[in-house]
């Protein structure tokens, strides 16, 4: 099965990609690596999801706002690829960054809800290293954001 048709059996269509919202690229080459900026958790060019958790934003508001990021990552990747998602062939790492209050600590199940995508989407290729880390906040009042790196085939 493509990329594409587990997504839309998933009931996934990749969103139109955001721009840039500062200097820099969406999605960065090196030999067989893709490497994709930090996308926020948006919808139709909005962020969804804003604030921290621990302070207003629910656990799974952060799974879900998690999810969106990979989503938007996801769709950069797809249009910054000449073969589309077809093209990777690993996902090699994702780095969550979890915009919280101090005494928040559950970073890394937030952030399995981008993780459990990136499987569900990839299978067995889905599974990757990560980094999640708390941050006191994120561009836009972005309540996550995630980046990756895949392996190009």
């Known amino acids: 099965m493509s990329i594409l ?3 839309a059996e ?3 269509t990749l969103p ?11 999605v960065s ?8 900026s930090g996308q926020l958790p948006a919808v139709d060019g909005k962020v969804a999801v804003t604030g921290k958790l621990g302070a207003g934003v ?4 952060g799974q879900h706002a998690a999810r969106l990021c990979l989503i938007n990552v996801l769709a950069q990747l797809n249009a910054a690829l000449p073969g589309g998602l077809a093209s990777v062939k690993k996902v090699v ?3 969550g960054f979890i915009a919280a209050t101090p005494d928040f600590i559950q970073h890394a199940v937030v952030m399995n809800g981008a993780s459990d995508l990136a499987v ?3 299978g ?12 006191p906040s994120l561009p836009l009042d972005a309540a996550v954001e995630v980046e990756g790196m895949f392996l190009l085939g």
Do not use: C, K, N, Q
């Not at 080459?29 to 994709?36: E, H, L, N, Q, R």
């Not at 067995?124 to 941050?135: D, F, K, L, P």
């Open 124 to 135: 067995e290729a889905g599974r990757h290293a990560r980094s999640t880390i708390g941050v």
């Open 29 to 36: 080459m090196a030999g067989d690596f893709a490497i994709v």
């Open 93 to 95: 790492r994702l780095g």
């Open 5 to 7: 048709a587990r997504l």
């Open 10 to 12: 998933l009931g996934i």
């Open 58 to 61: 629910a656990l799974e508001e």
């Open 120 to 122: 569900a989407v990839f």
């Open 16 to 26: 139109t990609p955001m721009p840039p919202v500062a200097t820099y690229v969406p």
